[in-house]
Each structure stands twice: as C-alpha cells, then as structure tokens.
T-cell receptor, first 112, second 113 residues
Framework: DAGITQSPRHKVTETGTPVTLRCHQT?????MYWYRQDPGHGLRLIHY???????DKGEVSDGYSVSRSKTEDFLLTLESATSSQTSVYFC???????????FGPGTRLTVL | GENVEQHPSTLSVQEGDSAVIKCTYS??????FPWYKQELGKGPQLIID?????GEKKDQRIAVTLNKTAKHFSLHITETQPEDSAVYFC????????????FGQGTELSVKP
C-alpha cells in the first residue's frame, strides 16, 4: 500500500468550530488532493496541490482552505464547520499528472 | 466544466456472468480515464485506466473501452467472482488541469454466488 495516512480517522464536532484534517505521505509524491465523498455524488475534489505552497481549487472548495508547507503534509481546514460538511474525506497522492492516484483510508467527519 | 455520468447505480449479477458499467463525459479535451474500486470502509483503488490515444485495454478479467467520438467509456468484468462485489467509480481528467479527477456517481456491484 502507498504510504499515506490521514488523521484523525473519525471526528465529531459542532457547527461553527474550526476543524483541521491532516494527510501525510511517505512517497515523496508531488501531487496531493482532497476529496469528499457523499452518497449519490461519488467523490468530489475540494482542493489540490502541485507542490509545496502551490495549491488550487477543485469543484467544491467553498468553506475549505488548504496548506502545504512540506512535501509530505497536506492540511484541509474547515474554518467554521457546517452540517453540510458532514462527509467522508479522502486524501490522494500522485507522482505525475494523469497517473494513478493513491487514496488514503479516509476521515469520517460529523458536524452536529 | 467536466461532468461524468455513470450507469447503472446498482448492478446485480450471478457469479461467472459478465458485468458492464458505462460512463459518459462532457469535456472533449479529457484524455485520461481511470476506474476505481472501493470496498466497504476503504479508500478507492485503481483497477485499470485508459488514455485517449487507446481504444481498448485489458488486464486479465477486466477491460475498458473508450469511444472518443461518442465521449463514453465502459468497464467490462468477465467471469465475475464474489470478491468483485464493491462500488466502482469511473473518472475523467485532462492533463492541463493538474490531474483533477471528475468522478462518476458510482456503481454498486453485487456478485451473487
């Protein structure tokens, strides 16, 4: 399995609180992605990174921010969590554009 | 932007039968089409992919076909086995957009022994 971990694996939080999810890789891959998965929607891209300090928006970026200060870490922050952000969040990594993306185990986030 | 439609949403087959899942995409500039398998409680895992310069690709019991003119691609699984039961996702991307994958809605495949 690709060396990719996500933390925490489960989190319950209240509306209005800030939340940070962490993705850590040991593969030294350049590209990192954050997706959310909801029933009936498949996986939707939130943000992605193409290098340290280089990030861009995906399909559903509103309400989310990201940071990548090191190759191995990609952080996803919900500045003020809302119930609509209850979801399963997956991080993915890739060595090249249009190559296999390796997915982490996911983080289940519940916003009450 | 790109939109990917996937059908059917659920598929039930008998062990040994074939399964076909179809996807259509909207962006004619898309040039990479992977298929992922997701087992319960796990992240998706790539099972096969195809690029726009190829019409068909096979890997043992799995094959993918691509029709660029019609903008659709399909996953074919032959001689299905119970362990093929999972959710399958198609996706599309174009190389000048950072490898951003646009996923279909998923197909839940059930293989009955």
């Amino acid at each position: 399995d690709a060396g990719i971990t996500q933390s925490p694996r489960h989190k319950v939080t209240e509306t209005g609180t800030p939340v940070t999810l962490r993705c850590h890789q040991t593969e030294n891959h350049r590209y990192m992605y954050w997706y959310r998965q909801d029933p009936g929607h498949g996986l939707r891209l939130i943000h992605y990174s193409y290098g340290v300090k280089d990030t861009d928006k995906g399909e559903v970026s509103d309400g989310y921010s990201v940071s990548r200060s090191k190759t191995e870490d990609f952080l996803l922050t919900l500045e003020s969590a809302t119930s609509s952000q209850t979801s399963v969040y997956f991080c993915a990594i890739s060595a090249k554009i249009n190559n296999e993306q390796f997915f982490g185990p996911g983080t289940r986030l519940t916003v009450l | 932007g790109e939109n990917v439609e996937q059908h059917p949403s659920t598929l039930s087959v008998q062990e040994g039968d074939s399964a076909v899942i179809k996807c259509t995409y909207s962006d004619s500039a898309s040039n990479y089409f992977p298929w992922y398998k997701q087992e319960l409680g796990k992240g998706p895992q790539l099972i096969i992919d195809i690029r726009s310069n190829v019409g068909e690709k096979k890997d043992q019991r799995i094959a993918v076909t691509l029709n660029k003119t019609a903008k659709h691609f399909s996953l074919h699984i032959t001689e299905t086995q119970p362990e093929d039961s999972a959710v399958y996702f198609c996706a599309a991307s174009r190389s000048n957009q950072g490898g951003k994958l646009i996923f279909g809605q998923g197909t839940e495949l059930s293989v009955k022994p």
